[in-house]
């Protein structure tokens, strides 16, 4: 096994935990659950490539669903992969370990790119095979195109991967140059997400031309992804030369930023360590703080020091500001229709709980809170501080950060629409319920479910069990209501109350169990 | 009086292996009691349960006239932990976790101000304080953790190998505060692998192996007429 290997191979065991899971009795049971959470959410986005796979059937348009699964599994891995390169590439805590190894930097990044590629190829996998299954299903079978459309499924993640890590590149190397730079490496992350976002809603938008559906589509989809262009027939080339062109260009655009990122691994390595080292440097003021005062101040200084917490746990709050700021910048109307929804003014009426509470149980920071104590976490064990005063400080922290969120929310949303006492008051009221259960439920899941021995914070902050369970429980939560609305025509405003005081009751007695535990 | 007392003891990792197993021991105020045992011999576990830092499956442990599973927070009141690896908040600056650890320990605004100069000029590290602490070397880290976990004048100073890391005059500066705290009616309970410290400082040593304890009481009952080194070798090959 060559050392590229090794070196993917221990940071597979390390990353998944497969010692931990093999050994009797110990994260067997985590591990299962988590799998079964997994393949949930796996076989949720077969079903739904499916249906729109078969959709696309009966609009007769079969031969877009190649480039429509490219150009979607494209844009999942560059949003994921923005949110997550830097982690895997640069800054991580192996590495001083890894550079003291008879190891070359290239192959250090290629074990890491391959990593990531691991992952991400997953997610190319899911969309692109069940889609394309459909697609071989419904057309006159074409072996060529066909075998090159599953060759290229191993090549589809490696443009936008490139992309995203170069993205992150340029965080690492703009904000390194600011005082402050995790500030700077958060905004830059936000506006190169909020930039691709954009990009992404504004060339998918709606059009009003059902006759030429098949035209309006060909042109939507490459402008999503250009590349998925060479999926699409093209008249002029054999169908099968745009596939093989794609992967003779994924191949070659990785291979040269694997030697790009190899070269000046070292300085971008350090720069990305040493972002939130060096803080202004000041005296103390020696003044007394409650136990819970000095936990939360401690709590809400760590999360915003760690780039890598904030913009993953971040994000659904930051969708809502975002969300509630165009609502105060533009009309309803306006908004509407720019997101696709022809009536906003009764949809925010009467959807409004559900809005906020699903962006509000998307940012869960509290799942991973204790968690990130990592190696520190001797200091709050060895202490004399309740188990409830530690937790106490840790859900404040969440809870803060989703009063932002809130309270501009609720500000934007009576602000610009006209609802009745009961739809304010729903609106008033159920968030918060939601935003109480996700943070308790995150807080008492990484309480029974705490990883101390992480080398990379993103480990836990992105795909830790506390944070994908409470994610999955929160949004499902969150969905519910919604699904018996829709499917048992049940009003949606009871359904939502009804959840919500579940949710509440189930809080309550989460809270107050793990608050008895004597040790953290 | 005793400070520190376990009774049978017994801490059991993944259901079945045994890390300490029965152990008994008594330290009382004005004892510096080393805690001897080859890697993997159970003493961090004993340490870590004496501070309250995990669980323990059956025995007891007493700090003062408290329970740690009873009233672990009246017991690490009465308490100071130093791991072995002192890792700290890096984001914070040397003074800033040093009041946050006040904070955590009530300690009055009017005492801090003494008692971090005192401690932070002893081991000179007054001039650092203000600095973040990522920008410390280990030995740096484990002199605040020192001054951190003597601003609230413990009763009992737990220490996990206190002495890997620092520098020859920080090892002296803490012998010295290891002694002052025992002449204040306080005991020190630390494991260290450096036997000739041992024997010179400590009035009284226990050995553990394989997480039982194979001897315990002053130093020179225990060692008897040869060195502490001999006598340890002689019990880790019997």
């Known amino acids: 096994m060559n050392r590229t290997c090794l070196l993917l191979r221990a940071q597979v065991i390390n990353y998944f935990s497969l010692n931990e899971i093999k050994h009797p009795g110990s994260k067997k049971n985590t591990a299962a659950i988590m799998g079964v959470g997994v393949i949930m959410l796996i076989l949720f986005f077969c079903a739904y490539n499916v249906l729109t796979a078969q959709a696309l059937i009966q609009m007769g348009q079969q031969d877009l669903i190649p480039a429509y699964m490219v150009a979607i599994s494209s844009f999942a891995v560059l949003i994921l992969t923005i949110l997550r390169s830097n982690g895997i590439l640069f800054g991580s805590r192996d590495m001083d370990m890894l550079s003291a190894l008879p190891v070359k930097a290239s192959e250090i990044i290629s074990s890491k790119f391959l990593f990531m590629y691991l992952l991400n190829f997953l997610i190319c996998f899911v969309f692109m095979a069940s889609g394309g299954l459909v697609w071989i299903l419904n057309t006159p079978l074409d072996i060529i195109r066909s075998a090159f459309y599953f060759l290229s499924m191993f090549f589809v993640p490696l443009i936008p991967m490139c992309t995203a890590s170069f993205i992150g590149l340029f965080i690492v190397f703009a904000s390194s140059r600011f005082k402050n730079k995790n500030v700077f490496s958060l905004v830059f992350s936000f506006a190169a997400l909020g930039a691709v976002g954009y990009a992404g ?28 262009n060479w999926f699409l027939n093209q008249t002029a080339f054999p169908a099968s030369a745009g596939p093989a062109a794609f992967i003779i260009l994924s191949a070659a655009v990785f291979y040269l930023f694997r030697m790009l990122v190899s070269v000046k691994h070292g300085v971008l ?24 005062t000095a936990l939360y101040r401690k709590e809400l200084g760590r999360f915003f020091s760690s780039y890598m917490a904030v913009l993953n746990t971040g994000l659904g709050v930051l969708m809502l500001c975002l969300f509630s700021i165009s609502l105060l910048i533009m009309s309803p109307g306006q908004l509407g229709q720019y997101i696709g929804i022809n009536d906003m003014n009764s949809f925010l009426s009467k959807y409004a709980p559900v809005v906020i509470a699903s962006m509000l149980s998307l940012s869960c920071p509290a799942a991973s809170s204790i968690s990130l104590e990592g190696k520190n976490i001797w200091i709050l064990q060895s202490s004399p501080v309740s188990v409830k005063t530690i937790l106490n400080s840790k859900l404040a922290v969440n809870l803060t950060l989703h009063a932002f969120g809130y309270f501009l929310a609720v500000f934007a949303i009576m602000a610009r629409l006209s609802m009745n006492p009961f739809q304010i008051l729903s609106m008033l009221l159920i968030p918060i319920a939601y935003s109480i259960f996700t943070t308790v439920l995150g807080g008492v899941l990484n309480k029974k479910y705490p990883n101390y021995a992480w080398e990379n914070e993103m480990l836990v902050v992105k795909q830790s069990f506390p944070v994908i369970v409470s994610n999955i429980i929160g949004i499902a939560t969150v969905a519910l209501p919604v699904l018996l609305h829709w499917t048992l025509s049940i009003p949606l405003m009871p359904a939502l109350w009804g959840v919500a005081m579940a949710a509440i009751t189930a809080s309550s007695v989460m809270y107050q169990k793990t608050c008895e535990s004597k040790f953290i | 009086m005793s400070i520190l007392e376990t009774k049978n003891l017994t801490k059991i990792y993944n259901s079945k292996r045994k890390a300490v197993d029965s152990l008994t021991l008594s330290i009382e105020a004005g004892d510096i009691f080393g805690f001897i045992g080859a890697n993997g011999a159970g003493k961090t576990t004993t340490l870590k349960a004496a501070a309250g830092i995990h669980d323990f499956d059956e025995g007891e442990i007493n700090i003062g006239s408290y329970s740690i599973k009873k009233d672990p927070i009246a017991c690490k009141s009465m308490l100071a932990y130093i791991p072995d690896n002192p890792d700290l908040y890096e984001h914070l600056t040397g003074y800033q976790y040093i009041n946050f650890i006040a904070d955590l320990y009530n300690i009055p605004t009017s005492q801090r101000p003494q008692t971090i100069k005192k401690y932070s000029d002893l081991f000179e590290m007054t001039p650092n304080l203000e600095n973040v602490i990522s920008s410390y070397s280990h030995g740096m880290k484990q002199r605040t953790a020192i001054i951190s976990a003597l601003v609230h004048s413990p009763k009992l100073l737990i220490l996990d190998e206190p002495f890997v890391g620092l520098d020859p005059k920080a090892t002296f500066l803490l012998k010295q505060v290891m002694q002052e705290c025992v002449s204040n009616g306080g005991a020190i309970f630390f494991s260290t692998h450096v036997l000739d410290v041992a024997e010179k ?15 315990n009481g002053p130093v020179g009952t225990v060692k008897g007429n040869q060195s502490l080194e001999d006598f340890f070798m002689e019990v880790q090959d019997a």
Do not use: H
């Open chain 2, 201 to 215: 400082l400590c009035n009284k040593v226990a050995i553990i192996k394989a997480g039982r304890l194979i001897a």
């Open chain 1, 269 to 292: 390595n350090a720069l990305a360590g040493t972002s939130w080292k060096y803080t202004i440097s000041r005296k103390a003021v020696l003044k007394r703080q409650s136990q819970f």
């Open chain 1, 201 to 228: 809603v504004s060339s998918m938008q709606p059009g009003n031309d059902i006759e030429n559906l098949g035209a309006m589509l060909a042109g939507q989809i490459p402008r999503l992804y250009p590349l998925s």
